[in-house]
Nanobody, 113 residues
Framework: VQLVESGGGLVQPGGSLRLSCATS????????MRWYRQAPGKERELVAA????????NYADSVKGRFTISRDNAKNTLYLQMNSLKPENTAVYYC???????WGQGTQVIVSS
């Protein structure tokens, strides 16, 4: 199982980023997929989740209305569109397939002026 996150970077408050998670080694279309994040000194937390077919999504209250999770099952890729970013969104973002004990290296998001 491989999960490779990308798309992070430095962005000003109010800006946007689109994260991607390229996957391989498992049947991507069969799994609920999730984005997590871990800020310095804090525990990893769930940000968003999407059903295997993409029709069901859930978000942490802190990102509702600003973040959008999506997936392309033909490309085995998960996405997270992040808009109206705030400094408190600074973290390393990880993707995960529900039930699989596999993590990528994460992608760093820094929101700062």
């Amino acid at each position: 199982v491989q999960l490779v996150e990308s798309g992070g970077g430095l962005v000003q408050p109010g800006g946007s980023l689109r994260l991607s998670c390229a996957t391989s080694g498992f049947t991507f279309s069969a799994y609920v997929m999730r984005w997590y994040r871990q800020a310095p000194g804090k525990e990893r937390e769930l940000v968003a989740a999407i059903g295997s077919a993409g029709g069901s999504t859930n978000y942490a209250d802190s990102v509702k209305g600003r973040f959008t999770i999506s997936r392309d099952n033909a490309k085995n890729t998960l996405y997270l569109q992040m808009n109206s970013l705030k400094p408190e969104n600074t973290a390393v973002y990880y993707c995960n397939a529900a039930g699989l004990l596999a993590w990528g290296q994460g992608t760093q998001v820094i929101v700062s002026s």
